[in-house]
């Protein structure tokens, strides 16, 4: 029977099957889905991982993968009917090797991103991936998800940091791809097709990553700007100054932090006054520690910026990105809110948010707009909270028809409907409606070479 070989394999430590303990595992951050399962594994081996899939496979038996469940698309949830098999790879979370000199690290699946960047650190060596659920997300799933984060403007998302992969197959074979050469021209790149997969070709078990030089003294910057156009001017202007040296560059709405101030402990705004638009950026500064307060007032001369402040010490940056890692948080209490993880060309981010507003405001009257994001990277959080008091299921229901029409605008505009968050289960119907023809029969193709028995997140993506 399928159970039994499934807790043979992974032993005593290696299974929970009681309902009260499944639980956390089984609902999505923000309580859209619920899923039920046969059992939950968490093999500590390539070997327990390749096992589950094969007995899972022979058994005709979905097995969906999960990592750290910070994801916000749903893809690491089973479904309800709890006849999928969930596999954590919590307890895969083992540095295997680290090589300073080849700037290169191997690193289990379920490692843990800050325990990754504190493993680099430690080395003397600098691992760029960052975002706000560093603390709780694991290396596995930022890859199976592409993830992007804060330092993507100087470094680029998940993909660029993968130097090969460990990953195990539909059948439970094992391709160990993990090499960390930086030159390998032997034939198709195959890791490029498990990253951003989302469990649904294959599950990675450890990844070789690429290490990078620390960046050295960096200081941060908050401004306060009248337009999202001023941003995009900013950031040309701090090109000119310090080159690719910009390592973040994040855009958030005066709203975004009059509810971070309102729900999160000890966030504080430097900057007096009501400012409509402020951008907290990290500028790698080296020996030349002035050239970011320069480049400012610059700015606030020609009346690019309205204000601005650099923060003194590490104690305030510190402080600054506290404010803007709480923004999440502090928009749930405001009630149901529209999620859109959008990218348009950069330079259209002013024309998009303008043209979203007044779609927002005819669409969705009284609603509340929650807009922050990676804008260096074009991508953005373009929010929408429920009109205050209202009823949360009549305004999701209302929403759907706002979420397409942001979504129509970011494609018409050059972008992406799903820019760092995924597809998963959320999104799958958008996947079909922008990305129809070729590209997705291309995808569904991939898909039944790599997966013929449907084995691998079923029904995730596509
Ligand atoms: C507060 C907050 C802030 C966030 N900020 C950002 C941000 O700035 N940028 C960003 O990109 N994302 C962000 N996210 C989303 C989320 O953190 C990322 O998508 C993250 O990469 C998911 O990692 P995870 O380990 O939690 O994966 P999970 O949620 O467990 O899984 C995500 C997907 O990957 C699959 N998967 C997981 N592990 C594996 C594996 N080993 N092999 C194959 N498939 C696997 C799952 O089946 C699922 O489809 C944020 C989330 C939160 C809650």
Redesign the pocket.
């Known amino acids: 029977m399928l159970i039994d070989a499934l807790k043979e394999i992974v032993g005593p430590k290696g299974w929970i099957s009681n309902p009260d303990l499944l639980e956390p595992y089984l609902s999505e951050?923000r309580g859209r889905i619920k899923g039920h399962t046969l059992i939950m594994v968490s093999p500590a081996s390539t070997d327990e991982v390749a096992a589950v899939v094969s007995e899972c496979s022979a058994a005709g038996v979905g097995v969906?993968?999960?990592?750290?469940?910070?994801?916000?698309c749903g893809?690491?949830i089973p479904d309800d009917k709890g006849d999928e098999v969930l596999l954590s790879?919590t307890r895969m979370n083992r540095i295997r090797a680290l090589d300073a000199d080849d700037y290169s690290m191997i690193a289990e699946?379920g490692c843990v991103l800050s325990d990754v960047q504190q493993a680099a650190e430690k080395a003397g060596r600098f691992f760029p991936l960052s975002?706000?659920?560093e603390g709780?997300?694991?290396i596995?799933?930022?890859l199976?998800?592409n993830?992007?984060?804060?330092n993507v403007i100087r470094y680029g998302t998940a993909r660029q940091q993968v130097l090969g992969l460990e990953v195990v197959l539909a059948d439970g074979t094992v391709w160990d791809g993990l090499r960390t050469v930086r030159k390998d021209t032997a034939g198709y790149d195959l890791k490029q097709l498990f990253i951003g997969s989302?469990?649904t070709l294959?599950?990675?078990?450890a990844a070789a990553l690429r290490l990078w030089p620390r960046p050295g003294n960096s200081a941060t910057l908050l401004a306060a700007l009248d337009t999202p156009e001023a941003a995009v001017d900013l950031l040309g202007r701090l090109h000119d100054a310090v080159g690719d040296s910009v390592q973040a560059f994040e855009l958030m709405s005066d709203r975004c932090i009059r509810y971070a101030q309102r729900h999160v402990p000890d966030v504080t705004m430097p900057i007096a006054g009501q400012h409509k638009w402020y951008v907290l950026t990290e500028v790698v500064v080296g020996a030349n520690p002035a050239v970011l307060e320069e480049a400012a007032m610059t700015a606030l001369g020609e009346k690019v910026v309205e204000d601005a402040v650099v923060a003194k010490n590490q104690a305030e940056s510190d402080r600054l990105w506290r404010m803007r890692h709480s923004i999440?948080?502090a928009q749930k209490p405001e009630g149901a809110s529209l999620k859109h993880d959008i990218s348009v060309p950069t330079g259209r981010i002013g024309e998009f948010i303008r043209k979203g507003n007044r779609l927002v405001s005819d669409l969705l009257p009284g609603a509340r707009l929650v807009i922050f994001g990676?804008v260096g990277d074009g991508n953005l959080h373009y929010n929408v909270s429920q009109p205050a008091g209202a009823d949360a299921e009549e305004f999701l229901a209302d929403g759907q028809r706002a979420t397409e029409a942001i979504y129509d605008l970011a494609i018409e505009l050059g972008g992406s409907f799903s820019a760092?968050?995924?597809v998963?289960i959320f999104k799958k119907s958008y996947l079909e409606q922008y990305r129809g023809g070729a590209e997705l029969r291309v995808m569904r193709a991939l898909k039944s070479a790599l997966d013929p028995e449907n084995t691998l997140?079923p029904g995730?993506v596509i």
């Not at 969906?64 to 916000?72: D, S």
């Not at 993830?147 to 804060?150: D, K, L, P």
């Open positions: 951050r969906v993968p999960q990592g750290g469940n910070t994801g916000l893809g690491a790879l699946a975002l706000s659920a709780s997300c694991q596995g799933g930022n199976s998800t993830a992007g984060g804060i989302e469990g294959g599950i990675i078990t999440s948080d990676h760092e968050h995924g998963g997140n995730k």
